[in-house]
């Protein structure tokens, strides 16, 4: 018979609220933990499975997989509920877990219908991989329905309600329903208690079918022994992505073989794909684009790459060039040379230019100006360093013999 409102356990270390659920295995309460004022839950064994042959076994396998489950909480999970206790009430084996707001799966599609894969997949994905620890630790949930799946108002969900022992079916009942909620549950889960991974992996894909489409699937039992159809989701509800639709048959596959055979490779099928990158891009070819070589006589339009170096400009060596045409300039104005010198002259100081090997400051000069300038830009600096020079030398000449005249009166 179940506990009553108000009864006390552990000598009033918990207090009983209600029965928060009732199956073939098991009962659920809401209770008080009154040392720490906190809501938690309470799952026993149904009293009347004692009179069941292979109930030791059960009450075995709950002890054993309920300290599993403990250990486990050592190191919490945000999607696993956590266990809080073990204990024994009388002849009543007693497994105390966190009490989690919000409300079940179940309650949240019955409310607004089928939840829009945006929603939903998040969540999915949470639970899956809890429920990839819990594989990790060498057990198998086994009833991972949407009754099961908490809603927390902040968008996280919650695994709860381990089916602790559910790969034995007590002889004294009907196996109809008892081996996992209708419709979310293997076919071989229900007829031998298969305890491999790939039984998480169609219930959770068949809670993903419930949640899409707002309706239950066909049960696995069903669709073997009846050869009944199981209706794609997206005839439901065509407005899920294709991918969605292939994970979910996929993951609802009638044998274990044909089910990918992890929780993680399922959940990398719901997964969407990555973008290819691009091929990365010469260095060279990089130049060019950054700094385009202009065209004779056109004006150049420096093109700003979208990280920039410093510009390095060799001052030393565009003064020992300055300084050196500064001289063949005062030379040329001392020599009384023609005009028609002088336009040689620049001509001559351009070619010294573009030939890049006349004068060991120019070449130098513009070594270190191509790390920095295009060919065109290099040869204007240098241009109007050479020109500048000459003007001054003939500027200096001009003025020493202005000097020099008013020194004579």
């Known amino acids: 018979m179940p ?5 006390q356990l552990q000598s009033g270390k918990y207090v009983i609220e209600k029965v928060l659920g009732q199956g073939g295995f098991g009962i659920t309460y809401k209770a008080l933990h009154v040392e720490l004022n906190q809501t938690v839950v309470i799952k026993t064994p149904n009293e009347y499975l004692s009179h069941d042959p292979e109930y030791e076994k059960y009450i075995e396998r709950f002890i054993q997989e309920g300290r599993i489950l403990a250990r486990l909480s050592q190191e919490p999970h945000p999607h696993i509920v956590g266990v809080i206790d073990l204990f024994r009430e009388g002849d009543t084996h007693c497994l105390v877990m966190d009490f989690v707001e919000g409300e079940n799966l179940f309650e949240a599609v019955r409310r607004r219908g089928a939840l829009p894969e945006a929603e939903i997949l998040p ?25 099961n799946i908490m809603l927390r108002r902040n968008g996280k969900a919650v695994l709860i309600d381990f089916g602790i022992a559910k790969e034995l079916l007590p002889k004294t009942l009907s196996s109809k329903g008892i081996a996992g909620n209708e419709g979310f549950a293997p076919y071989e889960q229900m007829s031998r208690g298969s305890r491999e991974a790939t039984v998480d992996v169609y219930c959770l894909a068949a809670t993903l079918y419930y949640a899409v489409t707002g309706q239950r699937p066909t049960t696995s039992l069903a669709r073997k022994l009846d050869d009944a159809d199981l209706k794609s989701p997206k005839q439901i509800n065509p407005s899920i992505s294709e991918q969605l639709n292939q994970a979910i048959l996929k993951g609802m596959a009638l044998e274990a073989k044909d089910r990918p055979q992890s929780m993680q490779r399922w959940l990398a099928m719901l997964e969407a794909p990555k973008a290819t990158p691009p091929p990365p891009v010469d260095r060279d070819y990089k130049k060019e684009v950054v700094r385009p070589e202009a065209k004779p006589n056109s004006e150049a339009i420096p093109i700003k790459p979208s990280t920039k170096s410093p510009r390095i400009i060799p001052w030393g060596w565009l003064i020992g060039v300055l300084l050196s045409y500064l001289l063949i300039g005062y030379l040329l104005a001392a020599s009384n040379a023609p005009y028609i010198i002088w336009v040689v002259a620049v001509a001559g ?6 030939a890049v090997a006349v004068v060991l400051a120019v070449a130098w000069a513009e070594y270190e100006l191509r790390k920095s300038f295009s060919k065109f830009h290099t040869f204007l600096i240098l241009a109007s360093t050479s020109s500048l020079g000459l003007g001054l030398g003939w500027l200096g000449h001009r003025i020493f013999i202005q000097v020099h005249s008013l020194l004579k009166l």
């Open 3 to 7: 506990w009553i409102a108000g009864q």
């Open 349 to 354: 100081a351009v070619a010294v230019v573009l």
């Open 123 to 147: 969540c999915i994905h949470q639970i899956g991989e809890a429920l990839s620890v819990v594989h990790q630790a060498g057990l198998v949930h086994r009833d991972a329905h949407p009754g």
